[in-house]
């Protein structure tokens, strides 16, 4: 790995690394070494930019999560209509499996358990959550304001039940219990039904 020309380029190397191997390995397999060996770096470099490697699994967490939302909410505005934002927002949060998506979530389901025991991560899991929410409310308001929803919860509530659904459901798509297309079929019937939006 060439070395980079400044310290934040170097942490940025050791996150992605850290990344790949969480994926590979899974959070209770990966060790300081593994993640030193995947960066191009001894063990003594890793510690030097991260003294406690709980705050290195943490910062992955936090530019994951950063980058997953980020991928939500592009996919979501670029639909004009109300209840296709949901549908692209409900496509975007299943995992495919073989995909990057699928690494993605997969890279968030092996840290999150960490949320309760770093407040760090409970921080950024609760920041996680409100930022997914915040792009179905933003739908959802607008569906309502433009008089094509009729809430059967409240806008919160209802955000946060999409929210919920996807992440109860993305474990089985990722080990093959259950379908993508499926899955994605049950969770847009469930935001219609909240919605009270007519099939199409």
Do not use: C, W
Request: glycine share 6%; net charge negative; aromatic share 6%.
């Amino acid at each position: 790995m060439a070395r980079p020309r400044n310290q934040e380029a170097r942490r940025r190397e050791i996150v992605e690394a850290t990344a790949l191997t969480l994926v590979d390995r899974g959070y209770a397999k990966t060790r300081l070494r593994d993640i030193a060996e995947a960066a191009g770096v001894t063990p003594a470099s890793v510690l030097y930019y991260y003294p406690e490697i709980t705050d290195l699994f943490a910062e992955t967490y936090a530019i994951a999560a950063a980058e997953y939302v980020a991928h939500r909410r592009e996919r979501m505005l670029a639909e004009p209509d109300p209840f296709d934002r949901l549908r692209a927002g409900i496509e975007s949060g299943v995992p495919v499996p073989g995909t990057g998506s699928a690494a993605a979530t997969v890279l968030l389901v092996e840290l999150e358990p960490m949320a309760s025991r770093h407040p760090v991560v409970a921080r950024e899991h609760g920041a996680f959550l409100e930022a997914q929410e915040d792009l179905y409310a933003q739908a959802l308001e607008e569906g309502e304001a433009a008089a094509v929803f009729s809430l059967t919860l409240g806008v919160r509530d209802t955000a946060r039940t999409l929210v919920a659904m996807e992440d109860g459901l993305a474990l089985d798509v990722l080990t093959g219990r259950a379908d993508h297309d499926k899955t994605v079929a049950l969770i847009v019937a469930l935001a219609r039904s909240l919605t009270g939006a007519t099939a199409r």
